[in-house]
């Protein structure tokens, strides 16, 4: 979504909405595939009609929209998660842990002492989200081991990158680590239980919604798997050089609306 379909003020236009709404209803499949969590997706898609369950936390679950209810959720297994935080706080940080409530909400951890100011501005725009709850200087209570779905966590980039490359060598989790679309310097550190991406997850949602054609859009790193799989992949030229060459076709930046444009015309040439 981020850098993709949402303008530079992380918002949905109305143009954008106002044309994926009509092509759901015209019976386009449509839904988006990110790495946000439905506390932050459902804002941001609220008057946006699309016909499949959002593809959330870069694929560890599904987020019904209509019944907010999450679905095909991959859990941490708990000794894998007890591996991952120890090598996090062995490298000096301790990363968000994000928690299935039973309610239906994302209890969120943050163990450290304080937040760094990536971290800090990060938590202040998500503070009053009602699906997510924050707990700062609190540990994951043991309940977690058995509904752990992501850890998350943001710094300087070569401090991530580090911690992603050992993350890679000692176990097995999916890692997925990329640049923020908003300053390079800082880089996003996403680790989940193994066999998580977002190639995976729509690869899933085609064969359930018996999709004829995939075509996938991206910007970021964490978008190339999707473009693998995909029949036609589709960059916006805002994306990171290595995404646009990767992809089938570029268009023009996600401030225009050419993802919602590029949908309506690709639709309609049938």
Do not use: W
């Not at 839904?31 to 959002?54: D, F, I, K, W």
């Not at 729509?202 to 919604?209: F, H």
């Not at 054609?213 to 029949?231: E, Q, R, S, T, Y």
């Amino acid at each position: 979504m981020d850098g993709t379909l949402l303008r530079p003020d992380s918002r949905v236009s109305y143009q954008s909405s106002s044309i994926i709404s009509d092509l759901s209803n015209q019976g386009a499949l449509i839904t988006v595939a990110t790495a946000r969590t439905p506390a932050t997706v459902e804002p941001l898609l609220r008057g946006t009609h699309l016909n499949a369950p959002a593809i959330v936390m870069t694929g560890a679950a599904l987020y019904n929209r209509e019944d907010n209810i999450y679905s095909h959720v991959n859990f941490f297994p708990s000794n894998h998660l007890t591996t991952v935080l120890e090598i996090c706080h062995g490298l000096g940080f301790f990363p968000f842990v994000y928690v299935l409530a039973q309610d239906g909400k994302l209890d969120v951890y943050h163990g450290g002492k304080g937040l760094n100011k990536h971290e800090d501005a990060f938590y202040l725009e998500r503070c009053r989200l009602k699906l997510k709850r924050f707990h700062l200087s609190e540990l994951a209570p043991a309940r977690a081991k058995n509904a752990t779905i992501l850890l998350f966590a943001m710094s300087e980039r070569t401090a991530i990158e580090k911690a992603a490359a050992q993350l890679k060598e000692h176990t097995d989790c999916a890692i997925s680590c990329y640049p923020d679309i908003f300053n390079p310097e800082v880089a996003l550190l996403e680790i989940f239980a193994p066999g998580v991406s977002k190639a995976i997850a729509v690869e899933k949602m085609k064969a359930r919604t018996g999709a004829e054609k995939l075509v996938v859009f991206g910007d970021n790193l964490n978008d190339l798997p999707m473009f693998k799989i995909a029949d036609v992949a589709v960059a916006v030229e805002n994306a990171l050089p290595e995404v646009k060459a990767a992809a089938d076709i570029v268009i023009e930046p996600n401030y225009t609306d050419s993802v919602a444009r590029f949908m309506a015309s690709d639709f309609h040439s049938k």
